[in-house]
């Protein structure tokens, strides 16, 4: 009995490290290829992205969708493309060769899109009177191009002052001119008869007039 109980006893240990042999076997990396397509048509779905599962790990298909890298036995795979539903697979952790190939497909996923209505309009003159006729509400725009009126901007550069790189540019197109008409008297406009024209206009129109 004591010879039995012994060979019960070294048969169990040896199950338990056969198990514990089991668990501890690593992974045995392989070759994954294969091609991706479509559910309906087996059409290629070109540049899929192949994620292997809570890792960094990613590639995509060719444009014939085929693919191919090196994963572990086990390995849990996401295959994504626009326009598909996502599909997984786990590579089988029994295979008898270091390579794995398959023929994944992929569903076609439907978005449901919003309601458009098109507004047909019989000529391009109808199509421009409706846009004229349209009300634009009064918003930042509007306030934006008052900001902007050309009065306004005259009085504003008549106060704003000049910057180094302005007074630099004034300085500069100064001496630009003192060359221009270096050994000759430069003109005048006082004897100008374009000038003294365009003064009479302004002078007319009142734009010398103070404006409170």
């Given at each position: ?62 444009f014939n969708g085929?693919?191919s890298f090196a ?142």
């Open positions: 009995m004591r010879i039995i109980a012994n060979i019960v006893f070294l048969v169990y240990l040896l199950l338990i490290f056969s198990d514990l042999y089991a668990q501890k076997r690593e992974r045995r990396p392989i070759q994954f290829s294969g091609i991706v397509v479509t559910s309906d048509s087996l059409k290629p779905i070109p540049f899929t992205n192949i994620i292997i599962k809570n890792s960094y790990k990613i590639t995509t298909a060719d085929f693919f994963a572990l036995e086990g390995d849990k795979i996401v295959f994504s493309a626009i326009g598909y539903k996502k599909a997984y697979l786990t590579i089988p952790d029994t295979l008898s060769k270091n390579r794995y190939s398959i023929i994944k497909a992929l569903a076609n996923d439907t978005i449901m899109l919003s309601e458009t209505v098109i507004h047909p309009w019989p000529s391009r003159e109808q199509f421009k009177q409706a846009f004229y006729a349209l009300k634009v509400p009064s918003d930042d725009y509007d306030i934006a191009m008052k900001n902007l009126a050309l009065e306004d901007l005259k009085i504003l550069v008549r106060e704003y002052k000049m910057d180094g790189s302005m007074n630099y540019k004034n300085y500069i197109d100064q001496q630009i001119n003192k060359l221009y008409y270096a050994g000759q008297l430069p003109p005048n406009n006082l004897l100008n008869p374009i000038a003294w024209a365009q003064f009479i206009k302004a002078w007319q129109n009142g734009d010398f007039k103070s404006k409170d």
